[in-house]
């Protein structure tokens, strides 16, 4: 049995622990930031073939107290590491630090480094080499204040690389954060949906794999999983597992998908990247303003990442856009469900109407909030809105 911990956006742990549930892991255990399971070698397959949410996949080969590098170095060099990839492969240390005292980052991430590559030389006579922009094998030490844990990353590259993505706009939203809101929105395949800010299509992609059951690992490459270099990579229950997604995947038609953006290049930008995945047919596609474009069906979900200052545009333009895009919703989108992640806490009082949901969510670093609206015919005020807040 081995023993887990994959990372996701902070905000969307939950959904995490129900893919790991789902993969066959056991003892789950959420933290801000991942969750831990125990599971064996198919879980980690499962977890990175399948998982819409999850950004790494690692899996602990040692643990310990510390109190100094030495320390440190002695828990590294102890594993024998020999046994678990070849000399032949590239390596990288990464470490991250949670109130440790250790003084320098640079430093224990060297001092790791030297100790797999003295442990190498001991057992083979040989050293890896080290390669830092694209490394076979990935070594994770992360040290808290008393303890440091050492992982193999399973992922290689971050899972939200789907490899669909051609054309990339200047503050893209990472794919497993867009996946983990249409989750949190209650969105289900069948449900009109539609982003009025596609940008470079990231929703619409999520919602057209989710649509077609499409297991987001399958479109990696040979050797991209981090697994695949591990001498303890089963290559037929890696083969049976791929297999077995591809022929659950659902035939394409077109869907109730629905996206469109202000700028003439952002739509561009999304048909090629879903051209690239292979789902241009199924989306609906058009160039227009949110203010006036009319609802694509009587009823459904709308999800947009709108500027805000972090991104784009000033304080005075978001003051004047807010309260127009409330009036564009009232009276072109009753009957929608509407999903908005925002860092801007203004959003909510500006665009003059009740949210029913408050949902943190970072993306990257930045703390931001989903708000969803509900439209309902008629006037706001005198219809209740219930649902859980929190913020």
Known sequence: MNHYFTTCPRGLEALLAEDLAAAGGKDIATVPGGVGCNGSTETGYRINLESRIATRVLWRVARGGYRSEAEVYQLAYDVDWSKLFSVDRSIRVYVTAIRSPLKSIEFITLKVKDAVCDRFRAETGRRPSVNTKHPEVRIHLFVTEQQATLYLDTSGEPLYMRGHKLAKVGAPLKENLAAGILRL???????????????????????????????????????????????????????????????????????????????????????????????????????????????????????????????????????????????????????????????????????????????????????????????????????????????
């Open 185 to 391: 929105s209650g969105w289900q395949p069948g449900t009109p949906l539609l982003d009025p800010m596609c940008g470079s299509g990231t929703f619409l992609l999520e919602a057209a794999q989710m649509c077609l059951d499409d297991a987001p690992g399958l479109s990696r490459e040979p050797g991209d999983f981090g697994f695949e270099h591990l001498k303890s990579f089963d290559a037929g229950l890696w083969r049976k597992l791929q297999r077995e997604a591809a022929e659950r995947r659902r035939e394409a038609t077109a869907l109730p998908l629905f996206g469109s953006d202000i700028a003439a290049d952002a739509v561009a930008r999304t048909r090629q990247n879903l051209a690239g995945a292979g789902l241009d047919d199924l989306v609906t596609l058009q160039q227009a303003d949110l203010l006036t474009r009319p609802a694509p069906a009587p009823a459904g979900v709308m999800v947009a990442n709108p500027p805000y200052g972090e991104r784009l545009g000033s304080e005075e333009e978001l003051a004047a856009f807010y309260p127009k895009l409330g009036d564009a919703l009232k009276q072109r989108f009753a009957g929608w469900s509407c999903w908005f992640l925002s860092a801007d806490t203004q959003l909510p009082k500006l665009i003059r109407l009740q949210t029913s949901r408050k949902i943190p969510l970072y993306n990257g670093a930045l703390e931001c909030r989903l708000y969803n609206i509900q439209i309902v015919a008629g006037s706001l005020r005198r219809n209740a809105l219930t649902g859980d807040s929190a913020s």
